[in-house]
């Protein structure tokens, strides 16, 4: 129960008060996988994913999976 307490913290805390609606551990769980997976990809293939050519693809990565994308 306490390592679901600090994930939901730890995700909930960066987003406006707004924008916070119902959590899922596997949602939150896919959410930092897919990042550290597409962030590995676009190292390796020395891509910038802040370049306007890649935005959309490494956001599409991101959500890939999830319950709330």
Not at 26 to 32: Q, T
Not at 41 to 50: A, E
Request: a positive charge; glycine letters at 4%.
């Amino acid at each position: 129960m306490t390592a679901v307490a600090v994930a939901k913290a730890a995700y909930y805390l960066s987003l406006p008060r707004k924008q916070r609606a119902g959590f899922s551990m596997a949602d939150i769980k896919i959410k930092y996988m897919n990042e550290l997976l597409t962030n590995r990809i676009f190292h390796n293939l020395d891509l910038d994913p802040s370049c306007e050519k890649y935005k959309g693809i490494y956001e599409d990565s991101l959500n890939f999976g999830r319950l709330r994308a």
